[in-house]
């Protein structure tokens, strides 16, 4: 099985700033590879596909970059909206198409 | 617009069976270009994918090994919805329950609420 590991856990950021989240792959998961973020009490919603295509209606501060093992998600100025849980996934390998542990974007 | 509504019991005894049931509107549990999934998360386990069912000209279903023995995905196409079975439950089986739509070629594009579902006595 694939293990998907994001880091840092935890990310500080002032409203306003760049947030860049990290997802390693243990092997290679090609272009895979999805984002989603998910708020308290709410399902996960997918943001990112294919490493770097914004789903529907997702805005163009998202971006997502990365093949083979590492992937980033580039948040280019945090709104207020966005503090959230971040989680990457790949679906190379699918199923069972794993998840990572996931990134607590807070405020600083 | 796709959407999935779950429903169930938030509670189930140990060793007993968990049941759900994800309700499709604007797509079909049917379609050629979709599977339908279960996927739960719990602190300690995080997101877990549990099972699918699909179909491509028949049904088929495949589940995660960890749970494979105690589960069961069924399509019910005359309600288009699908459900999720899981027996003998431990307090370990204690989580959020999602249903979700994997798009071919794409991944959870859409999902369920969530069910808090948990195994106490």
């Known amino acids: 099985e694939i293990v998907m590991t994001q880091s840092p856990a935890t990310l500080s950021v002032s409203p306003g700033e760049r947030a860049t989240l990290s997802c390693r792959a243990s092997q290679s998961v090609s272009s895979n590879l999805a984002w989603y973020q998910q708020k308290p009490g709410q399902a996960p919603r997918l943001l990112i596909y294919?490493?770097?295509t914004r789903a529907t209606g997702i805005p163009a501060r998202f971006s997502g970059s990365g093949s083979g093992t590492e992937f980033t998600l580039t948040i280019s100025s945090l709104q207020s909206e966005d503090f959230a849980v971040y989680y990457c996934?790949?679906?190379?390998?699918?199923?069972?198409?794993?998840f990572g542990g996931g990134t607590k974007v807070e405020i600083k | 617009q796709v959407q999935l509504q779950q429903s169930g019991p938030g509670l189930v005894k140990p060793s007993q069976t968990l049941s759900l049931t994800c309700a499709i509107s604007g797509d079909s549990v049917s379609s050629t270009s979709a599977s339908w999934s279960w996927i739960r998360q719990s602190p300690s386990r995080g997101l877990e994918w549990l099972g699918r069912?699909?179909?491509?000209?028949?049904?088929?279903?495949d589940y995660a090994v960890s749970v494979k023995s105690r589960i069961t995905v069924n399509p019910d196409t005359s309600k288009n919805q699908y459900s999720l079975e899981l027996n003998s439950v431990t307090p370990e089986d204690t989580a959020v329950y999602y249903c979700?739509?994997?798009?071919?070629?794409?991944?959870?594009?859409?999902w369920g609420q969530g069910t808090q579902v948990t195994v106490s006595s």
């Open positions: 069912t699909y179909f491509r000209s028949k049904w088929y279903n």
């Open positions: 294919g490493a770097s």
């Open positions: 979700a739509r994997k798009s071919v070629g794409l991944t959870f594009d859409y």
């Open positions: 996934q790949q679906y190379n390998n699918w199923p069972p198409g794993t």
